[in-house]
């Protein structure tokens, strides 16, 4: 086998509500660097463990037959554990191959992941250019992205220039959507209207400064909406597929481009349902019409927080009234909002929790998601905590959003997990709620999977980090790595 691409677990502790809802969709980033690739004639074989509900065992049996030249793995924090052990399975049982991993807690850790001896190479930031270099042979030294071990006492692990951000991302071919099985895949439960789903990008980046994001600062570029319809109409001959999820940070962020996509969609009388990401301050009633007409039924917008003076430190000071207006502008538009806050941030009390709930409560979109405040490795809230000896703990499998990693001044573990086991059940548990989501059940199998849902709800709880582990030093690349051009912020406006 030439190359093996493996979507490592997502291995989180108890007490996750995603556990209950299984979700899992197709690995974008590896499916990118894939096509790349096949294009210049390798071949590879694309390896999801959740999607293929996969056992280690699995993965030794198949390396161990196969014996593939290059594994690349991708990781993003919550994986990182599983993406070690499956390399040093790799390694065991195939010694020749050559271990490659990518992703963003790889690009933001390359110093931590190379520790491990049976990683060779590291690829920081996009991975479509580097990796196909590095598989034709090129000399590492010339790869731009590039991280490795060297024989350089003084410098033992040798990190590479970034690369330039890709400019024209048309230029890139579609994923390799041929690589995987769609009906093995299946968005959260009440993020999707039909099935088979895919998932897709029109742009990349984020003028965003947003201190919990390893998207902020990081430049922005689009597809054209062309070659997104064309993707499309492509998936739908294909695999049949009816519904998309546009996994852009902020889908909206090209407001002509996404006019001209839903005119398309429109025109060539596409018939798709969809759903998006976008921020508060970045859509406008013209715009989210045509949305509508083209078939987008939902947005999601990540709210944080109802208090000002936190919204301004987590650097993402959109106006809670501008935000109540947009919330009710999607929904007055007939679209669907899926709104996302953060407990736990830094300056957080409990005070600040109950006006974010009740704010919550007030907006009443159709989904509300509540995570805890998560500094992942590559952010500034990671410096920031770090710097402060605010961390709890480097154990990754807490890094999941559901665990309080960071020990602030204002308030503690226990108050965070305690307001938010009550946010989950004050939102969800209104009579007058519950009987909004009753009218949204279709099927039998929307029926399991709100009961599915619910069910995670009632028994939801954070589960505070078990053990404080020593502190590393800062990786010496990660500001290198972190973030690149910061476009113009006022192209939302
Ligand atoms: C869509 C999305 C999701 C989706 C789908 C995930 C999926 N199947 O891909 C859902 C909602 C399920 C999800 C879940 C989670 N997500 Co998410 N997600 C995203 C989002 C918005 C886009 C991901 C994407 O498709 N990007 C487009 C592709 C093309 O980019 P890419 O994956 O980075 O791949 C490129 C490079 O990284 C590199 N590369 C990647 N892998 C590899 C491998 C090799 C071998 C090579 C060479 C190169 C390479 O090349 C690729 C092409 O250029 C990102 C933010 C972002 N902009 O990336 C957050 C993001 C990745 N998610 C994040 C988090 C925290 C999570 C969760 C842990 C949240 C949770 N619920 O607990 C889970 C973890 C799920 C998991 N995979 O294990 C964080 C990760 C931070 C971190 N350090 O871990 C991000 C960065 C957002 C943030 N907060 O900043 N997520
Ligand atoms: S706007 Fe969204 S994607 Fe951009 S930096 Fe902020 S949180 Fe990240």
Redesign the pocket.
């Known amino acids: 086998m030439d190359i093996l691409?493996i979507?490592?677990?997502?291995q989180?502790k108890d007490g996750?509500?995603?556990h209950g809802v299984r979700?899992?969709?197709?690995?974008?980033?590896?499916?990118?660097?894939a096509a790349y690739a096949e294009q210049g004639g390798r071949s590879i074989h694309v390896m999801d463990v959740?999607a293929e509900r996969l056992a280690f065992e699995d993965i030794e049996a198949f390396v161990r037959t196969h014996q593939p030249r290059w594994v690349?793995?991708?990781?993003?924090?919550?994986?990182?554990t599983s993406t070690y052990r499956i390399a040093g399975i790799v390694k065991r049982v195939s010694p020749d191959s050559t271990v490659?991993?990518?992703?963003?807690?790889?690009?933001?850790m390359p110093d931590e992941v190379l520790s491990n001896e049976t990683i060779d190479?590291v690829?920081r930031?996009?991975?479509?250019k580097?990796?196909f270099a590095?598989v034709e042979g090129e000399s590492p030294e010339s790869i731009d992205g590039l991280s490795y071990r060297n024989d350089n006492p003084l410098q033992p692990i040798a990190h590479n220039a970034m690369g330039e951000p890709?400019d024209n991302l048309d230029s890139l071919p579609h994923?390799a959507y041929h690589l995987i099985r769609f009906d093995l895949y299946k968005?959260?439960v009440g993020?999707y209207r039909r099935l088979p789903a895919a998932?897709m990008?029109m742009t990349?980046?984020?003028p965003g400064k947003c201190t919990?994001?390893?998207?902020?600062e990081?430049a922005l570029r689009t597809r054209s909406a062309k070659h997104i319809v064309d993707e499309i109409q492509l998936l739908q001959a294909r695999y049949g597929i009816r519904e998309v999820?546009f996994?852009?940070?902020t889908f909206t962020i090209f407001k002509q481009n996404v006019a001209q996509l839903c005119d398309l969609i429109v025109e060539r009388g596409i018939d798709i349902t969809w759903s998006c990401?976008a921020r508060t301050d970045c859509v406008s009633p013209s715009l989210l019409t045509k949305m509508r007409n083209a078939g987008c039924h939902q947005i999601l917008f990540g709210i944080e927080s109802a208090d000002p003076e936190i919204l301004e430190t987590i650097r993402k000071p959109i106006d809670i009234d501008l935000t109540r207006k947009a919330v009710r502008m999607v929904q007055d538009a007939g679209i669907a909002v899926r709104a996302a806050f953060m407990f736990g941030n830094p300056k957080e009390t409990v005070q600040s929790l109950r006006r974010t709930i009740d704010f919550a409560k007030e907006l009443n979109p159709d989904i509300a998601v509540f995570?805890i405040t998560?500094p992942?490795?590559?952010?500034q809230m990671f410096e920031w905590a770090r710097q402060n000896g605010y961390l709890r703990t480097l154990d990754w499998e807490n890094?999941?959003?559901?665990n309080s990693v960071l020990d602030l001044p204002t308030i503690s573990v226990d108050q965070i997990d305690r307001m938010y086991r009550v946010a989950y059940r004050e939102f969800y548990f209104r009579p007058a709620y519950l009987l909004r989501r009753l009218l949204t059940i279709r099927s039998p199998r929307d029926l399991v999977a709100n009961i599915q849902a619910l069910w995670s709800i009632l028994f939801v709880r954070s589960t505070g980090p078990r053990a404080r582990t020593s502190l590393e030093g800062p990786s010496e690349s990660q500001a290198a790595s972190r973030s690149r051009t910061a476009a113009a912020a006022e192209v939302c406006a």
């Open positions: 691409l979507n490592p677990p997502w989180t996750n509500i995603w979700s899992t969709s197709p690995p974008l980033g590896l499916l990118y660097v959740n690349g793995l991708t990781a993003v924090t919550a994986q990182i490659v991993v990518g992703g963003v807690h790889a690009a933001a190479f690829i930031g996009e991975g479509e580097p990796f590095l890709i994923p968005p959260a993020a998932n990008t990349r980046g984020c919990f994001c390893n998207s902020a990081t999820s996994y852009d940070d990401f995570n998560t992942y490795p590559g952010t890094f999941d959003l559901a």
